[in-house]
Nanobody
């Protein structure tokens, strides 16, 4: 079982930036497609960003396009989410997901096999 660990969340003001990190806590086999999702209180978990196994393909939710950037790190199956121009509506717990299922949708929480425990991002106005 692969465990993912997120870090980098915190309390910031509107307009600030944060960089989230995600890395596996144990050994992984192969390279995984990875993604970030977020969940605000009382809302369903929603897609934020996706990156392919090679890093050559990325995808973003419309709400974060132009502000967020997903990238892969040099270490195996590490991924980052650079968040700029943060807004209060970006407040949520951010989750890292890995290993897109064969028939899974990259933008659906059901499409991934492994998840982290989440990191809180709070943006004050």
């Amino acid at each position: 079982q692969v465990q993912l660990v997120e870090s980098g969340g915190g309390l910031v003001q509107a307009g600030d930036s944060l960089r989230l990190s995600c890395a596996p806590s144990g050994r992984t086999f192969g390279d995984y497609a990875m993604a970030w999702f977020r969940q605000a209180p009382g809302k369903e978990r929603e897609f934020v960003a996706f990156i392919s196994r090679s890093g050559s393909s990325t995808d973003y939710a419309d709400s974060v396009k132009g502000r967020f950037a997903i990238s892969r790190g040099n270490a195996k199956n590490t991924v980052y989410l650079q968040m700029n121009s943060l807004k209060p509506e970006d407040t949520a717990v951010y989750y890292c997901a890995a290993d897109l299922k064969t028939w899974g949708s990259r933008s659906s929480p059901l499409g991934y096999n492994y998840w982290g425990q989440g990191t809180q991002v709070t943006v004050s106005s």
